[in-house]
């Protein structure tokens, strides 16, 4: 199975090995309501490829962004507003490349992070002041339903990186963090910055780390992925390839960033992936990583795992010392005409107050329409050591396929999310939402 390579989705040959895995089998109950919210249509000026996930405001808008389409051809922000009787509204907020050579950015991958006033922060993977190396950009709330853009960095693809296609996250001083995934020193190999807001409205960047700085990049190359802070101020994330496993299929990493006393930052890698036989532990983590309540990271990885190629949920678990353990606690189990319980995850897991775990999966599901299956929304519930899958929902191509992101609740425990096409047929991504 293999994601779009335009995207710079990279996949590994049929990995085959044996492990005992700690899951119950799958359940095949009913699954939960579905609904759609909106489809995108190409070639209609309103956006279209939907590549991450969605966020709310205070007031029950959801906002999100595609990478093509738009008035200007360059990609958009769109808000849906709820109305009476259970629609939702469409409209776009901003469209990209509307100023000359796309300074103002092009091409968005990253969701959306919405500020205590209302304002929304992300990132461009294209366009900006300085050739076509994206940018990080703030869309502020100007009344009546118009927003006003503003470019805060534009990264030159040199020392500060390139081509970020990650979300953004706050500390509590305000100062964003975020990666790139490519650039930064003589390996290209990514970066993780920060850019402190200033008393005259500029941001100030700063490169935290530059990846592929140690040898053979055992350190960590081409982080996709955001970041997370934990209570002491430590930075956490992904990356994509390197690691001292790097010569079995570029296997990725889970690193940890240390604030030092002068400034600096120390990086550490927790786990490198392929550290078992045939990689039965997973590789190619694109996602991001979330703690639960007792200070284990979860996360996925879009390849590896048990008998084939298509992937995992993982656990570290702190072990004092500064060490982890990787634990898999599912290991998706595809052939390439049969997968109906999901393959190849490729974005971050949600977590409830109860501790279960819900993602998506970029195949499997049903392949009536789809050849590998047009991906489904899993719900993972620990029970006595081991973990459960339920499927809450399969897609089926119209209007939607391939969800591409993690998900969001809502105050009613509601699912929304997105995917990123439907095989060229009538739309190009959607918004959803399941009620489990």
Known sequence: MKRNQSLGRLSAG????AIV???????????????NLHGFKPGNGRGFGIYAGLVFDPTGNLYGTATAGGKHNGGVVFQLTP?????????????????????DGGAPLAGLIVDSAGNLYSTTYSGGANGNNGTVFKLTPS?????TESVLYSFAGGQDGAGPRSNLIFDQLGNLYG???????????????????????????SVLYRFCSQANCSDGSYPQAGLMFDAAGNLYGTTLEGGQNSFIGDAGTVFQLTP???????????????SLANCVDGFEPYSSLIFDPAGNLYGTTWEGGSTTETGTVFRLTPQGGGNWSESVIRSFVCAPTNCPNGGSPIDNLTIDVAGNLYGTTYYG??????????????????????????????????????????????????????????????FEGSVFEITP
């Not at 049929?14 to 090995?17: G, Y």
């Not at 009344?143 to 927003?147: D, E, H, I, K, P």
């Not at 920060?194 to 008393?199: E, F, G, I, V």
């Not at 050591?385 to 609740?409: N, Y």
């Open 143 to 147: 009344g009546q339903g118009s927003w």
């Open 14 to 17: 049929l990995l085959l090995s």
């Open 83 to 103: 109305n009476t009787g259970g629609s939702w509204a469409y409209s776009v907020i901003y469209s990209f490349c509307s100023l000359a050579n796309c300074s």
């Open 21 to 35: 895995i700690l899951l119950l089998a799958p359940s095949v109950g009913a699954q939960s309501k579905f609904k």
């Open 260 to 274: 030092n006393n002068d400034g600096s930052w120390s990086e550490s890698v927790l786990y490198n992936f392929c």
């Open 365 to 426: 599901g049903d392949t009536s329409l789809c050849d590998e299956g047009c991906g489904l929304v899993f719900k993972l519930t620990p029970n006595s050591g081991q973990w459960q899958e339920t499927v809450l929902h399969r897609f089926f191509a119209h209007p939607g396929m391939h969800p591409d992101a993690g998900l969001i609740f809502d105050a009613a425990g509601n699912l929304y999310g997105t995917t990123s096409g439907d095989g060229g047929r009538i």
């Open 179 to 205: 990666t790139t995934s490519s650039q930064g020193n003589s390996g290209t190999a990514g970066t993780v910055f920060k850019l402190a807001p200033n008393q005259d409205g500029t941001w100030s960047e």
